[in-house]
């Protein structure tokens, strides 16, 4: 939709802290001020409450860790908000909260298990035409290796990227078997055939996983902004 709508930027961490948090908020509250939406960014989970969520369109969970919502009242409101067309963007370690929930885990698609030190990978982009995805060709390192403009069937695009690579819980420390969800990048240390970020349709809602965006420069880099901003766009 063109019309303008809210976007809430959640970055609560009982677990792990990301230091590249308030990187990633200033780099979100900037694409507000270019985009049609408007950013309430903040830490205090009582803002999941049906009426507070009622005027949000799109939940961004950048970098939150641990259990980052007190009350099933609250994680009751999350699902409430994606069961009525909300859309819900999660960063990195989003993945790695609220282990308790299995829904939750459904809802990012994955639960994350371990990683290695990080180190600078190739990242493929699996589904070039895709709206998430299709803005970042081109920007930041996103380079395309074959096919010319018009062929997008003929074409693809890579990057390089340095990241800490994350595992999940099942299948081999890849992505839980889920044929509801499209993948967008795969890459890292494990190579292609590895999904490293993906959407769902997902309970009424949809959903837009990342696991990059370790560092401060990820936020500084122009393709990896583009997904996240079209990661808003899609899922709202």
Not at 18 to 38: E, K, V, Y
Not at 63 to 83: P, R
Not at 99 to 107: K, T, V
Request: proline share 3%.
């Amino acid at each position: 939709s063109s019309d303008p709508f809210q976007v809430l930027l959640f970055s609560r961490t009982t677990a792990y802290r990301h230091a590249s948090i308030p990187a990633g908020i200033a780099a979100i509250t900037r694409l507000a001020s270019s985009h049609r939406f408007t950013v309430h960014a903040t830490e205090d989970p009582t803002v999941f409450s049906p009426s507070h969520l009622s005027t949000i369109r799109v939940v961004i969970l950048l970098q939150c860790s641990g259990d980052f919502l007190d009350t099933e009242e609250q994680l009751d409101a999350l699902k409430g908000f994606v069961h009525s067309g909300g859309g819900v963007v999660g960063i990195h370690c989003a993945s790695f909260a609220m282990e308790g929930s299995e829904w939750y885990g459904r809802l990012i698609g994955a639960v994350f298990e371990s990683h290695p030190a990080p180190t600078r990978e190739r990242v493929w982009v699996v589904e070039g035409g895709h709206a998430i995805v299709k803005g970042s060709l081109g920007k930041g390192g996103i380079k395309r290796i074959r096919g010319e403009g018009g062929d997008e069937e003929g074409e693809e695009w890579e990057w390089e990227w340095l990241d800490e690579w994350y595992r999940f819980k099942a299948g081999n420390g890849r992505i839980v078997e889920n044929k509801d969800l499209t993948v967008l990048l795969e890459g890292g240390d494990l190579g292609k055939g590895n999904p490293v970020a993906w959407c769902q349709e997902f309970e009424g809602g949809r959903s837009f996983y990342t696991s990059l965006g370790h560092f401060d420069e990820a936020y500084e880099d122009e393709g990896f902004m583009a997904q996240i901003l079209g990661g808003i766009l899609w899922t709202a």
